[in-house]
Structures are given as structure tokens and as C-alpha cells.
């Protein structure tokens, strides 16, 4: 520990000069922004100020992609600083904040305020698509299907709780005149946008802490699926604001939520499906040193195409990437390349990261470059509490419903209850989503400005804290809160559980042999099978941590190729059961790699 300090305290003073370095750079940038108003107006001439406005875009696109990389550098040195109480999110926003105040107070053009404006357009299109898919993509799929039923519980009715507790709570404070009243309508659409939950600074601390899988995976699905039913929600909520609450419009409303939902689940999993199919079939050119390019630029496309195909139809794009990521990850995934197998979940990895820290700086800047309504002090102070009081509703009667259900030693512990009720921080969605109330409502700028507030609340004050609450509540990886003996290392329920039995059964006979290519273990070689290898076989093996499964097929050439997913961790050929195929109305057993292929009563293959 003491040498792990050490080496933590040396790589934050090789941080510190670069850090200074970059804010200088900083601060040089916006001396330009700052004094080129002056410069404009002294000119008189139309050119001049044309050349100007372009200088200034320019020099705005170089601040906004050095305050992202200054970012980074400064998560990063309070890493290594061991500095919990501020991570990513947290920098990213106080950076924000910092730039902000120097446009706005440095006497900076119209043209770089507007430059620095958040466009909720701009993040609907380009920024969240990839943060949402990469949640769905690289899901530990294990752990989330194995507490689907807490996660639905939460996402679904906690969300639609939460959306009432405060909507109606807004409501009720503002007609007692404690704060601005809203009408129902714009307090329900408030409690909407304002349950949607974004763990990311949360997340982020459960990893460099080794916090309990279960407890991950909770507030991690939690977190995504969240999203989808806030973003549904809000675009259901919202047609009221042109026709009058009546028994006939609500019980169409709720037929459009599910309409809009189930919807958006089939085209995202029909174009995932789509695409392990266009895949397998071009599996065979994978080999070919020029395709792996574009085999990798041809996935990156997928995702996007169904999210579009979803908003130009009044679906939700968001529910459509989403499980499009998931379903992608289980088929299309092993369709792969070995390379691009890795390099797809960094690349997406990179890419919502990216996505994410634009967001929070945007955020951060938001308080500047946009009129705040600031004499809403007291919805502010009352909005925290509420949403506080509406997450006690959202998690502690589920988690009461979800333990009936379940045996006594998978019930959610009172530790990890109050761990996810901490973990219930606001962000980038609901931060988008008031952008979008600004527009739609009437007193959407002070929904605005009191969701900015809630943001940096949670994210500052909530996340900062989360470290001490998971040692005060002891809930690391070895903590046994959710038992796991109902589920195999696939993630899902073991054979003999009703609820998953046909499932399993049709996925690994039919569905996955039918969409995926060969994967079978490395140590095994390549063998011919004879010319009248048609037939697809799989063997199925369940992995180390049940991410991937590995298969043997039989191809359609006749041989076998042998592939592995990157999460499986090398096993030895005694800790492999022989298991026994038909070929061609023949049995053969695959067995250890001295004897892989072994025909039953005969030398070999």
C-alpha cells in the first residue's frame, strides 16, 4: 500500500506541470475570444467582420477541444491523487464553469457565446446515441439479465413514481406559494426529465473500488434503462401541453408509452439481428488484412441507422440503440474478427466517453452562457429535497416488492438499498431535457435553471461522498448481498427454472447456431471434417465470467475454426467435459487438445 502511495504521488507531480500548463493554454485561448468583440466593431466593413466571425468559431472549436483534453489531464492527477471527492464529471463541469465565467464577464463576441451554447439538437443526434449504445454493447450481460427483475422493477415503476412523487409534490409547494408554482402540467413533465439518473462519477468510484458485482449491475441497469422510460415519458407527457387532460387522453397516452416502447425494442433488435446475419456471411473475408477496416467501419453504422430509423418514425431512438447494443453484443459480437472484437468495445468505449465529457462541459459552461432565472432560489432548494423524497419512494417499496419474489439469500440487503438510493445522481439527460422544456413550456427556463442546480448537486456533492459511503457501508466485491446459485455463468437462469428454460433451449439450439460463426477453444486445432461437413453443430461451454459464450460448429466448408472471445480466460483441457455430437448420423466427441476429435469407436476423424 505504502509503494502503491508512493507511485501514486510521483505520477501526480510528473501531472501537475502539464496541468498548470493547459490552463495556461487556456487562459491564452480566451484572451483572443475575449478581445475580439472590440476588434469587429472597430472595423466597420462587412468582410472584415465575416473574417472575424470565422477567426473566432475557430479559435472557439480550439478552446472547447482544449478544455475537453485539459479535462481528461486533470481527472486524471486527482486519480493519482487518490482525490475522491471530485472525478470526471465533476472536473469536466468545473471546467466548464471556469471558461464560462472568462467568456461571459471577459467581454467575448455574440458569435463565441453562441459557439459555446449547448444545442439540445446537436446531443440528441450526434452525442448521446454513442453513449447509450456503448452502455448497451459492453453490458456485463451476465449480472444484468441475472437481476432483470430488480432492474425492470426500478426502471419501469420506480421511474414512473418518481415522475408523480415529484410532479405532484412541485405541484402541491407551489400552490401553497413556498415556491414559483408550475402548473400540473409542467410539474409532471419536471418530474420526468428530472428522474432520469446518470451514475456516471458513481460508476466510476464502484470500479476503482471493487464494489460488489450485483450492487454494479443494479445501479448501472438501473441507470440505462432509466433513461429510455424518462425520455418516453417526457415525449408522452408533453403532447398535453396541446389537448386537456381527459380519462380518454391519459388511456391514450399510456397506449402511446408502450406503443412507443415496444416499437423502438423491435427495430433495434431487427436491425442487430440484421447485422449479425450481413456479418456472418462476410465472415468468411475476415481474414483479409483490408476488410478488417471495413468490417469495423461497417459496425459502427449499424447503430446509428436503427436510432434514425426510429426517430423518423416518432419512436424513441434512445430504447432503439439501446437494446440494439445488447442484442448486437450477443450475436453480431461473435461474427467478429478476434481484433475487432476488442477494438469494437474500445472504440465505442471511446467514443461515449468522449461524448460524455462534452456534455459535462457543456453543463458547466450552461451556467454562463445561458439566461438563468436566479430568483428561484427557493424551487431550487425544494426541488433537491423532492427529488430526494421521490427516490425513498422509487427504491425502498421495489426493492420491498423485488425480495418478495425472491429466496432469502438473493433478497436485496438493507446496505444496498440505501447505497443505490445515494447513487440516484442527475446528468446529461436530464440536463438535455430541460433544454427542451425551455423550449416547449412557458416556465421552462426556470425547470432550466433549477436542473442545473440539481445536476451539480448530485454530481458534486452526492458523488463526491459516495466513496465514504460504500466503506461505511462494506459493499466490496466479496460482499455476498445477491446469492448467484439460481443463475449459471451465463447470466441467466439455470435449466430447470421454468422462466428461462424455453428460452435457453431455443437460443442455443436454434437462434445462435443460425446467426453466429464458429468459436470454439483456441488449444483446439483445426481439423477437416470431410466434404460432407454441412451441418452446424455447437458445443457449448460456459466461460470464466459468462460474458461470451464459446461454441464449436462445424462450418460450412467442412472445417472447423477455432476463435475465442477476449473475456474468456484460458482454461485446462482436464477442466473440459467430454461432450458428445452428431455428425452425419455418427456420434464424435470433442475431448482434450492430445485427442480433440475422437469418432466414437474408431482411431480419429
Not at 470454439?520 to 486445432?525: A, K, Q, V
Request: negative net charge.
Amino acid at each position: 500500500a505504502a509503494l502503491r502511495s508512493a507511485d501514486a504521488r510521483t505520477k501526480a507531480m510528473r501531472c501537475r506541470p502539464w496541468l498548470f500548463a493547459l490552463c495556461a493554454v487556456l487562459l491564452l485561448t480566451c484572451i483572443p475570444l475575449c478581445t475580439a468583440n472590440s476588434g469587429a466593431e472597430g472595423g466597420g466593413e462587412e468582410h472584415n467582420n465575416h473574417e472575424e466571425n470565422e477567426s473566432q468559431i475557430r479559435y472557439g472549436m480550439v478552446l472547447l477541444l482544449l478544455m475537453l483534453f485539459a479535462s481528461f489531464m486533470m481527472a486524471y492527477w486527482l486519480e493519482t491523487r487518490n482525490f475522491h471527492y471530485l472525478h470526471h464529471a465533476g472536473a469536466a463541469i468545473f471546467m466548464g464553469m471556469f471558461v464560462g465565467v472568462l467568456l461571459e464577464y471577459g467581454g467575448s463576441s455574440s458569435t463565441v457565446k453562441e459557439l459555446a451554447k449547448f444545442d439540445g439538437e446537436f446531443f440528441m443526434i450526434l452525442l448521446l446515441p454513442p453513449i447509450i449504445f456503448e452502455s448497451g454493447y459492453n453490458m456485463k450481460r451476465r449480472n444484468f439479465f441475472k437481476n432483470i427483475d430488480a432492474i425492470s422493477a426500478y426502471a419501469f415503476g420506480g421511474t414512473l413514481i418518481s415522475t408523480f412523487v415529484v410532479g405532484l409534490l412541485t405541484y402541491w409547494v407551489g400552490k401553497l406559494h413556498l415556491e414559483f408554482p408550475l402548473s400540473l402540467l409542467e410539474s409532471l413533465v419536471f418530474g420526468a426529465l428530472i428522474s432520469a439518473t446518470d451514475p456516471v462519477t458513481v460508476l466510476a468510484i464502484f470500479q476503482s473500488m471493487h464494489a460488489d458485482v450485483n450492487l454494479f449491475s443494479l445501479v448501472f441497469g438501473e441507470s440505462v434503462l432509466n433513461d429510455a422510460v424518462a425520455i418516453v415519458l417526457y415525449t408522452t407527457l408533453i403532447k398535453f401541453k396541446d389537448e386537456p387532460f381527459t380519462v380518454g387522453s391519459v388511456f391514450l397516452a399510456i397506449i402511446d408509452f408502450f406503443k412507443i416502447f415496444v416499437g423502438s425494442f423491435f427495430i433495434g433488435a431487427l436491425f442487430a439481428v440484421l447485422s449479425a446475419v450481413v456479418f456472418k456471411k462476410l465472415s468468411h473475408l475476415r481474414r483479409e488484412e483490408h476488410f478488417q477496416f471495413l468490417e469495423i467501419s461497417m459496425l459502427t453504422i449499424v447503430p446509428y441507422i436503427a436510432y434514425y430509423m426510429a426517430e423518423g418514425m416518432h419512436l424513441s431512438g434512445i430504447v432503439t440503440i439501446l437494446f440494439c447494443g445488447v442484442v448486437m453484443a450477443h450475436y453480431t459480437y461473435n461474427n467478429l474478427s478476434r481484433t475487432n472484437q476488442q477494438i469494437s468495445r474500445k472504440l465505442f468505449k471511446i467514443f461515449a466517453t468522449l461524448s460524455e465529457s462534452f456534455v459535462f462541459l457543456y453543463l458547466g459552461l450552461a451556467f454562463f452562457m445561458f439566461p438563468q432565472e436566479w430568483e428561484h432560489v427557493r424551487l431550487i432548494f425544494f426541488t433537491i429535497l423532492i427529488v430526494l423524497v421521490a427516490r425513498t419512494f422509487n427504491i425502498f417499496p421495489m426493492s420491498y416488492l423485488v425480495n418478495r419474489r425472491r429466496p432469502e439469500s438473493r433478497k436485496i440487503s438493507k446496505r444496498f438499498q440505501f447505497v443505490m438510493w445515494f447513487s440516484g445522481l442527475r446528468g446529461a439527460i436530464a440536463f438535455v431535457l430541460a433544454l427542451k422544456a425551455n423550449e416547449d413550456l412557458e416556465n421552462g427556463g426556470a425547470i432550466l435553471t433549477t436542473t442545473l442546480f440539481v445536476v451539480l448537486f448530485t454530481v458534486i456533492a452526492m458523488g463526491g461522498s459516495t466513496t465514504t459511503v460504500l466503506e461505511k457501508m462494506d459493499v466490496r466485491e466479496r460482499d455476498t448481498g445477491l446469492e448467484t446459485d439460481a443463475y449459471d455463468d451465463s447470466g441467466l437462469l439455470r435449466r430447470g427454472d421454468g422462466r428461462a428454460d424455453k428460452f435457453l433451449s431455443i437460443d442455443r439450439k436454434y437462434i445462435k447456431p443460425f446467426l453466429t460463426v464458429i468459436h470454439l477453444d483456441p488449444t483446439i486445432e483445426r481439423r477437416d471434417l470431410g466434404p460432407s461437413g454441412t451441418e452446424m453443430h455447437r458445443l457449448q461451454h460456459e466461460n470464466g465470467d459468462g460474458e461470451d459464450d464459446d461454441a464449436v460448429f462445424v462450418d460450412e466448408a467442412g472445417g472447423v475454426e477455432a476463435s475465442r472471445s477476449p473475456q474468456s480466460p484460458s482454461r485446462s483441457s482436464s477442466d473440459k467435459p467430454e461432450v458428445v455430437y452428431q455428425k452425419g448420423g455418427e456420434p464424435f466427441t470433442i475431448d482434450t487438445p492430445k485427442n480433440p476429435y475422437t469418432k466414437a469407436g474408431a482411431s480419429g476423424v
